[in-house]
């Protein structure tokens, strides 16, 4: 019996845990961390044997496979003896694509990844049977275990690229690539951006690629290598052939000849990046053979992601925006570029080296006033010190959203933006997110 060792108990690991005994293997899992108490009722239910707050050695480097959580570095010593002995090393997605026939469609990029993929999935669950996992909602390898889905959407991260093997995906979407992560990448922008490419290495010509032709890193890396599959770019600025494009509110999308035409004022998301995630996702709606209409109206009652430019709450004529999810400066540049009014804008946390010039155009138009919040504040202090009458930092969401309260205006926006990771304050973005929406309600 071949044994499959799964590092972390969380939602990925379980699934591939569970997955894993379904098809006969001697399954151990271990997490270094603690295991939640509903993954490890699960496990024991299912008989799994796993450990927590520990890695027992002796138990894990006599494995046939390891399937790493994505959260896990290659630089643990603990990984490093793993490949040392010859052991293959795979993602979640790896393992659990083995297992399933069904159409997959991955889903890459810095920004906007969630949100493409949670909209791609709203268009085709109206006339396909779908499943949305990944770095998303429930495990990939459980639904593949307790109801195989016809077809896939997966959000994929570049930690989940970085160790598959044959993984193929049907159509693979880029959204962008900005400089992220870069702590895990040898602090090399084109190491990040070698991992996002993975998505395609094991296309045929038979399968698609979509990805943003006004993206210059893009481009850039399509100009050198040569790919498989089927090209089908889009752009806001220039006309496309075989692909998307938009022109006078209207995505227009042409496929192997066929087109089909969008008219966008009714689309619920706001911001031009937004556009262009609707885009991405109707032409994967188009190729999958899902009528005009559908895809119309389903533009049009989607509610969006939470935590991701969210509206909150409007409280004496000023507009409370969650977007807890903007963890890099490019996020924070999309929403900082959609405000249509003076914005006293929430920002801060674990800086993971970040670059801030870009935002300065946005911020000189558009924020009266910066609220930092974060441990250390000291770099946003000297990026945006000069920039606005108003800077001031503190320690609490609840302080964060009090002030942010006094400063605004009737007409005004309050946007939490962070650009940076929550971990110095919150135990995630997501956390960070509620206990904002939290303390607004509470004003």
């Not at 042409?254 to 619920?268: A, F, R, S, V, Y």
């Not at 005009?292 to 389903?298: A, F, G, H, Y």
Request: net charge negative; hydrophobic share 40%; proline share 2%.
């Amino acid at each position: 019996m071949k044994k499959l060792v799964v590092l972390g108990g969380g939602e990925s690991g379980v699934g591939t845990a569970l997955l894993g005994k379904a098809k006969g293997y001697k399954v151990f899992v271990s997490d270094n961390g603690k295991i939640k108490k509903t993954y490890k009722d699960v496990l024991l239910n299912n008989e799994i044997e796993f450990e927590d707050e520990q890695h027992t050695e002796s138990k894990i480097l006599n494995a046939d496979l390891v399937m790493k959580s994505p959260g896990i570095p290659d630089k643990v010593a603990l990984v490093k003896k793993i490949r040392e002995a010859g052991i293959k090393v795979v993602s979640e997605i790896e393992f659990a694509s083995n297992y399933t026939d069904a159409t997959l469609v991955a889903i890459t990029g810095s920004n906007g990844k969630t949100t493409t993929a949670t909209l791609t999935h709203h268009l085709l669950k109206q006339e396909l049977d779908v499943g949305l996992a990944g770095n998303i909602g429930d495990s990939f390898a459980k639904q593949i275990l307790e109801k195989d889905h016809q077809n896939y959407v997966l959000e994929v991260s570049s930690f989940q690229l970085d160790d598959i093997d044959l993984f193929q995906p049907k159509i693979a979407i880029l959204t962008n690539i900005t400089p992220d992560h870069l702590d895990r990448y040898d602090y090399k922008f084109e190491n990040y951006i070698a991992s996002k490419f993975r998505i395609v290495e094991n296309q045929t010509p038979d399968d698609y690629f979509i990805y943003d032709a006004d993206d210059e890193v893009i481009s850039n890396w399509l100009d050198q290598h040569q790919i498989q599959s089927k090209k089908l770019p889009f752009s806001l600025t220039k006309v496309i052939e075989e692909g998307a494009y938009y022109n006078n509110k209207e995505i227009i999308i042409t496929i192997d000849n066929n087109k089909i035409i969008m008219p966008t004022e009714n689309i619920t998301l706001e911001g031009k990046h937004n556009i262009k995630n609707a885009m991405a996702a109707s032409t994967v709606a188009h190729l999958l053979k899902i009528r005009k209409q559908t895809i119309r109206e389903s533009l049009e009652n989607f509610q969006g992601v939470e935590h991701r430019l969210e509206h909150v709450l409007r409280i004496n004529k000023v507009q409370y925006i969650n977007d807890s999810k903007a963890t890099n400066v490019n996020a924070t540049y999309f929403a900082l570029e959609s405000m249509d009014a003076p914005t006293v804008w929430i920002v801060g946390g674990v800086d993971k080296g970040n670059d801030y010039n870009e935002l300065y155009p946005f911020v000189n138009e558009k924020v009266k006033a910066i609220v930092c919040l974060g441990v250390d504040n000291k770099k946003l202090f000297e990026a945006f010190g000069n920039l606005v009458d108003i800077i001031v930092e503190t320690q609490y969401m609840s302080e964060a959203v009090k002030i942010a309260y006094k400063v605004a205006e009737a007409g005004d926006n309050v946007l939490l933006s962070p650009a940076c990771a929550s971990f110095d304050l919150f135990e995630n973005y997501e956390d960070r997110g509620r206990q904002f929406k939290d303390a607004v309600r509470n004003l």
